[in-house]
């Protein structure tokens, strides 16, 4: 190909320009990760909100919608020992996530625990929720 260059280098060479800096373990914002578990009683959901606290999350639910958002701050600083810093990294922004459960929670035993940036939420069901058959006319 001579002095053309291929698609792939170019890519290839795009990324490299975008590189972390060697040792930065730097997360970018994105969604909740979650974890949902359940029993023949409740649901239990484990989100994932690291630099958030208690006062910038909100959980939402509407019959069987799930709703968690939080606003996060995170700060990443890289230092060296005997030198200046060489490197401050600091993020705000909003994250969130919905699910939709099989069941209506019942939100006036809801309860939510945040420790270690993991929120921790105890979603009972709705009691009286029992599938009916429906006769056919």
Known sequence: MGALTRP????ADLFRRFMPVAGMHF???GDIRIDLDETDKAYTLRAEVPGAKKED?????????VSVSA???KEYEE?????????HETYNG??????????DVDETTAAA???DGVLT???PKRAGERSRQVAIQ
Request: proline residues 0%; charged residues 30%; without cysteine.
């Open 57 to 65: 999350i909100r959980i939402e639910v509407d019959g069987n919608r």
């Open 121 to 123: 939420l105890t979603l």
């Open 8 to 11: 792939d280098d170019l890519f």
């Open 79 to 87: 230092k060296r020992e005997g030198g200046r810093a060489l490197m």
């Open 94 to 103: 909003s994250v969130s996530r919905t699910v939709t459960l099989a069941h």
């Open 71 to 73: 606003q996060v701050h």
């Open 113 to 115: 625990k945040l420790e």
């Open 27 to 29: 997360e970018t914002l």
